[in-house]
């Protein structure tokens, strides 16, 4: 099995961009006239406003939602006053909420 590390993956997307440079410079493409023309920014504008669109119409509230009310206050509470508990030495939530068993023997 092959593992690469984190700088090996930098490098390798630098790598990948600078390739990409130069093969639209072999194509003659200029990025910059690109990139500033009128066509692309009315495009990007137009993906823009559709994005806000989407996001204020459809996605917003049950993003916020699940955000505020989910992940907030049931998952990063817990985790922060258990957290708290650990540091100071008292049992947490799941210490505290455990079952248990009674065992006797003869």
């Known amino acids: 099995m092959v593992q690469y590390s984190q700088n090996g993956g930098f490098l390798r997307l630098i790598l990948i961009i600078v390739i990409g440079l130069l093969i ?4 003659n493409i200029d990025l910059q006239r ?6 692309t920014q009315k495009n990007v504008s137009y993906i823009k406003n559709a ?8 996605l917003e509230g049950p993003v916020m939602y ?6 907030i206050n049931l ?7 258990n957290l708290e508990n650990i540091q100071n030495e008292q049992p947490t939530d799941f210490q505290i909420n455990a079952p248990t068993i009674n065992v006797s023997y003869p």
């Not at 639209?24 to 194509?27: D, E, Q, R």
């Not at 994005?51 to 119409?57: G, L, S, Y």
């Not at 699940?66 to 992940?71: D, K, L, M, S, V």
């Not at 990063?76 to 006053?81: A, G, I, L």
Request: net charge negative.
């Open 24 to 27: 639209l410079g072999y194509f």
């Open 34 to 39: 690109t990139v500033e023309s009128t066509t």
């Open 51 to 58: 994005a806000t669109t989407i996001w204020e119409n459809y």
């Open 66 to 71: 699940f955000w505020n009310n989910i992940f």
């Open 75 to 81: 998952l990063w509470n817990s985790f922060t006053k």
